[in-house]
């Protein structure tokens, strides 16, 4: 049974810090692209970060210098490290994988949501002032 489980959500004030884990479990085939998305309350699901191959590959606009993603394919596991946190990075983060290559990003810079076929359960990310 193929799963993605994240950990690592908790509350934290604004500009503090947060990192946020994936462990892959049950994979046969190599997860090329993997990503964050999430989704703020009362709002869509968005796009947050991806990472295709080993290279963090892109960031939506709103993150992008605060946020990094990475991977230790030893461990199965992708990160996501949370810098400078604002109240509006409240939401519940979902981790996202796919075997297949190649990748799209919006225009926002995120990754998109019909890339992914697996998903994990999310953890909640708030933040207060």
């Known amino acids: 049974q193929v799963q993605l489980v994240e950990s690592g959500g908790d509350s934290v004030q604004v500009g503090g810090s947060l990192r946020l884990s994936c462990v892959a479990a049950?994979?046969?085939?190599?997860?090329?692209?993997m990503a964050w998305f999430r989704q703020p309350p009362g709002k869509e699901r968005e796009g947050v970060a991806l990472i295709a191959g080993q290279s963090p590959t892109s960031y939506a606009h709103d993150v992008k210098g605060r946020f990094a993603i990475s991977r230790d394919n030893a461990e199965n596991t992708l990160y996501l490290e949370m810098n400078n946190v604002k109240l509006e990075d409240t939401a519940i983060y979902y981790c996202?994988?796919?075997?297949?290559?190649?990748?799209?990003?919006?225009?926002?810079?995120?990754?998109?949501?019909?890339?992914?076929?697996?998903w994990g359960q999310g953890t909640q990310v708030t933040v207060s002032s």
């Open positions: 049950g994979f046969t085939e190599r997860l090329y692209r």
């Open positions: 996202a994988a796919d075997t297949r290559y190649g990748f799209q990003t919006t225009s926002g810079g995120g990754p998109v949501e019909s890339d992914y076929r697996y």
